[in-house]
């Protein structure tokens, strides 16, 4: 009997399709021979012995992806350096630059600030004053019994109701939630995280569209939509098998694109990974990974990646290591597009577009002397905006122990405004692009992020790695050893462990979650099960079951379950009584 083909990694196909590329260095070799002399000239003779013994370092702070760093950086870093393979003009291949060509000279990168706190009526206020001081784009964020998919009427919500984000339970809610919003003209992000998730809340917000009679492909916005965020980073009671949940997540890929073609049907979250406790590095290796499996996929059920590729979106973190935040977005920028070329055939230049958000980094946040957050939210979305990212979100300063407030939140907001308005950043395209360090930090993050990738699809890829434990264990290890960095003092964090203070700081004003959301989300519930038809609602349910069991797309049930009123929480038990619970390792 002939055996299968072994199946090649991601790393080999680059490897092989790359292989035979004539490159141009841009550096003239008799050049680099002179200069490598001076250098080590300079080296033994400017530099401390100290310096010169410890040439190399590894900088500590939060989330660190521990990448070595020189002391300084030459042309000898990166000797081979091929300006047109390498980096290229902006808007054009490998897209090291930038996706366009005259970046935020064309389009300033989204204001996309979070709102969700309480019930819709509630968020609806804040999503208002966002918009009215000139967000460009809302993102919302939902409690944890919305995001576990309980109603708030469920005894797992109890004292969780409206408590970190808002409470959606139906779509008369989510009516609330955007009640004078126009959704045809701001973009949306429904901050959904799991693929269950995103096809019990999508389809509430498809159905909304339907009642106010607008078309579904006027709706412009993403899900996150990510198996990540269900089956690893969740911390939750009951969960369906990984397989299940990544065949859900590909279900909603499916049907939106066909359905709702200018929205970001899958956000690839490496933010809340990170977040949860991984390095850079990893962040953006199992992002990859999913991507990748998710599209060999949707490929075996006859989609192209070209039409795939032109509404995938990713979602990435942003720490206090400044320049590796830069590097490490202009290196995954180049290494998609090769991927999107290379191992999926795709054509179009922009389906190979790594298009992102990013959030500046919460964990690095402190409660010590908060408005030190101010200037660390501040650094990450620069280093954000000189990465060439789409879509920015900053973190306030408060957010390391409440919901922002009205203040905090529009500080954040105005933090993205003087950097697009004020610092002159914006103006020139990838400025950091040819600096010796910069670009051998890019390559550097490249090529680890590629073998740690490689190492993802040789243990079988992504589902494989999450049903065994393996992606689970990496973050525990990780994890344990970041917090005993920051305990000894190795990570120095100031205000926390270095430069403490005595002094009394003045009072910060916190959020207060309005009072009643959980006594209203509870009588809307009730008021939503006498007035709808129940008859339509088991109809609805069964339907959505037996789309489970016999493997068609879910979507188009869920939607219709959404139209006549079946709540989240009911759409959760359908799935758990299809697919069934799985116990994730991290439990066992």
């Known amino acids: 009997?002939?055996?299968?083909?072994?199946?090649?990694?991601?790393?080999?196909?680059?490897?092989?399709?790359?292989?035979?590329?004539k490159r141009t260095p841009l550096y003239n070799p008799k050049a680099l021979d002179e200069l490598k002399q001076v250098f080590n000239k300079w080296q033994q003779e400017s530099v401390q012995p100290a310096d010169r013994e410890n040439w190399q370092t590894i900088p500590q702070m939060v989330l660190g992806s521990g990448t070595p760093r020189d002391l300084l950086y030459t042309p000898l870093n990166n000797p081979n350096f091929d300006y047109g393979i390498d980096l290229g003009n902006s808007g054009q291949p490998p897209f090291t630059r930038g996706v366009h060509a005259n970046m935020y000279r064309g389009r300033s990168f989204t204001r996309r600030q979070l709102a969700g706190y309480g019930g819709p009526e509630d968020t609806n206020e804040r999503i208002k004053f966002l918009l009215d001081h000139g967000a460009t784009g809302i993102s919302i964020i939902f409690d944890l019994p919305t995001i576990q998919m309980y109603d708030s009427d469920d005894p797992v919500s109890t004292g969780q109701v409206g408590?970190?984000?808002?409470?959606?339970?139906?779509?008369?809610?989510?009516?609330?939630?955007?009640?004078?919003?126009?959704?045809?003209?701001v973009t949306v992000s429904l901050v959904s995280h799991y693929p269950s998730n995103s096809a019990i809340l999508f389809p509430m917000y498809l159905a909304l569209a339907k009642r106010r009679g607008i078309p579904w492909d006027k709706?412009?916005?993403?899900?996150?939509?990510?198996?990540?965020?269900?089956e690893v980073v969740r911390?939750?009671?009951?969960?369906?098998?990984?397989?299940?949940?990544?065949?859900?997540q590909c279900d909603n890929i499916e049907f939106i694109r066909k359905e709702v073609p200018l929205w970001n049907f899958m956000t690839i979250n490496g933010y809340n990974l990170r977040e949860f406790g991984t390095s850079a590095v990893t962040e953006m290796a199992v992002a990859l990974a999913n991507a990748i499996e998710t599209l060999e996929t949707l490929q075996d059920r006859g989609h192209d990646a070209d039409w795939l590729g032109r509404r995938l979106a990713f979602f990435w973190s942003i720490g206090n290591d400044f320049f590796e935040e830069a590097a490490r977005i202009r290196a995954v920028r180049r290494l998609w597009h090769r991927i999107m070329k290379h191992r999926f055939g795709a054509e179009d230049p922009r389906s190979t577009w790594m298009r992102c958000h990013v959030q500046t980094s919460g964990v690095s946040l402190t409660r010590q002397e908060p408005l030190?957050?101010?200037?660390?939210?501040?650094?990450?979305?620069?280093?954000?905006?000189?990465?060439?990212?789409?879509?920015?979100?900053?973190?306030?300063f408060d957010e390391a122990y409440?919901?922002?407030?009205?203040?905090?939140?529009?500080?954040?907001?105005?933090t993205q405004q003087i950097l697009q308005e004020e610092t002159g950043v914006t103006q020139v395209a990838d400025p950091l692009g040819g600096s010796f360090y910069v670009e051998a930090l890019t390559y550097e993050m490249e090529g680890r992020i590629l073998a740690e990738l490689d190492e993802i699809e040789t243990l079988g890829g992504y589902v494989a790695t999450i049903k065994d434990g393996w992606i689970h264990r990496k973050i525990s290890n990780y994890f344990r050893k970041e917090r005993e960095l920051v305990e000894s003092g190795q990570t120095r964090v100031v205000a926390e462990n270095v430069y403490q203070s005595k002094a009394e700081l003045p009072p910060i004003n916190v959020f207060r979650y309005p009072e009643g959301a959980s006594q209203r989300q509870k009588r809307r519930l009730e008021q939503l099960r006498e007035n709808r038809d129940n008859q339509k609602v088991s109809a609805a349910l069964a339907q959505l079951e037996k789309a489970c069991r016999s493997g068609t797309n879910i979507l188009p049930l869920a939607v219709a379950c959404a139209d006549v009123g079946c709540s989240e929480g009911e759409l959760f038990v359908v799935f758990k009584k299809a697919f069934g619970l799985w116990k994730p390792p991290a439990l066992w």
């Open 1 to 21: 009997m002939d055996m299968m083909p072994e199946k090649k990694t991601t790393k080999q196909l680059l490897e092989e399709a790359l292989k035979d590329q």
């Open 163 to 185: 408590m970190s984000g808002v409470a959606i339970d139906s779509v008369e809610d989510m009516d609330l939630l955007f009640k004078d919003i126009a959704l045809d003209e």
């Open 219 to 230: 709706l412009k916005g993403s899900i996150q939509n990510d198996i990540t965020l269900e």
């Open 235 to 248: 911390s939750g009671p009951e969960y369906i098998p990984p397989q299940d949940c990544f065949r859900i």
């Open 372 to 396: 030190n957050n101010v200037v660390r939210a501040g650094y990450h979305a620069l280093a954000a905006v000189l990465g060439g990212v789409q879509s920015l979100h900053v973190d306030s």
């Open 402 to 414: 409440s919901v922002p407030t009205e203040e905090a939140a529009l500080l954040s907001l105005r």
